[in-house]
């Protein structure tokens, strides 16, 4: 892995993390599914995970990944 991804990994889980905490939640999700993908030990894969939970939980009809 190349430390560039690791960098634009953990700015995507910044970002992500930003949309989360405005409601924007799909925004959210898109930012920490390609964290997770660049950087599979981001603590965007724990993030995503809550994310879902959540949205199963409270959204069911606002999430449609």
Same mark, same amino acid.
């Given at each position: 892995?190349?430390? +560039? +991804?690791?960098?634009?990994?953990? +700015?995507?889980? !910044?970002?992500?993390?930003?949309? !989360?905490?405005?409601?924007?939640?799909?925004?959210?999700?898109?930012?920490?599914?390609?964290?997770? !993908?660049?950087?599979?030990?981001?603590?965007?894969?724990?993030?995503?995970?809550?994310?879902?939970?959540?949205?199963?939980?409270?959204?069911?009809?606002?999430?449609?990944?």
């Amino acid at each position: 892995m190349k430390s +560039e +991804e690791i960098v634009l990994a953990e +700015e995507l889980y !910044r970002k992500g993390n930003d949309y !989360r905490k405005a409601g924007s939640f799909h925004e959210a999700i898109n930012c920490y599914i390609e964290a997770a !993908r660049l950087d599979p030990d981001s603590p965007a894969v724990e993030a995503k995970k809550m994310l879902d939970d959540i949205m199963a939980f409270y959204c069911k009809d606002m999430y449609n990944p």
